[in-house]
């Protein structure tokens, strides 16, 4: 039904509390960067309108830092949308710092504790291959 694929991998070892943070995080990096993917805004019974969501299914997948950086390495080799959460994230309080602290990890082994990936199934599938949905 989709020509296209969206995963998010998180850090399985997390507290729950980080996983559904960075989850939540890392789903706005994809949306925001695929306009194209939002469906139409919802409207209720009483005509009450309310956000567009992602038009396609996202697929949440335990991943163990191996996983996480292989993923990062093949989305840089297959151009695909890519949406990064680094462990230094956690102790920053807003965006610009976030930038900040990403910017300084070292560009080919940062410190991943979550990615999301958008693009052709084929290339999004050879990236998480080995990952399992997150229970």
Not at 8 to 27: C, R
Not at 69 to 82: F, N
Not at 111 to 122: C, E, S
Request: hydrophobic share 45%; proline share 7%; with cysteine.
């Amino acid at each position: 039904m989709f020509d296209t694929k969206v995963a998010i991998l998180v850090l399985d070892n997390l507290p729950t509390w980080q996983k559904l943070n960075v989850t939540a995080f890392l789903a706005t990096g994809i949306a925001g960067a695929a306009p194209e993917a939002m469906g139409e805004p919802y409207v209720d019974a009483e005509g009450r309108r309310y956000a567009k969501l992602l038009g396609q299914p996202m697929l949440v997948f335990a991943a163990q830092p191996k996983d996480l950086l292989r993923a990062y390495r093949l989305s840089s080799e297959h151009s695909l949308t890519c949406a990064v959460f680094v462990r230094a994230m956690f102790s920053t309080g807003h965006d610009a710092a976030n930038r900040e602290v990403f910017k300084a990890e070292p560009a080919d082994n940062p410190d991943l504790v979550g990615l999301a990936l958008r693009g052709p199934k084929k290339a999004i599938d050879k990236a998480i291959k080995g990952t399992k949905l997150h229970p």
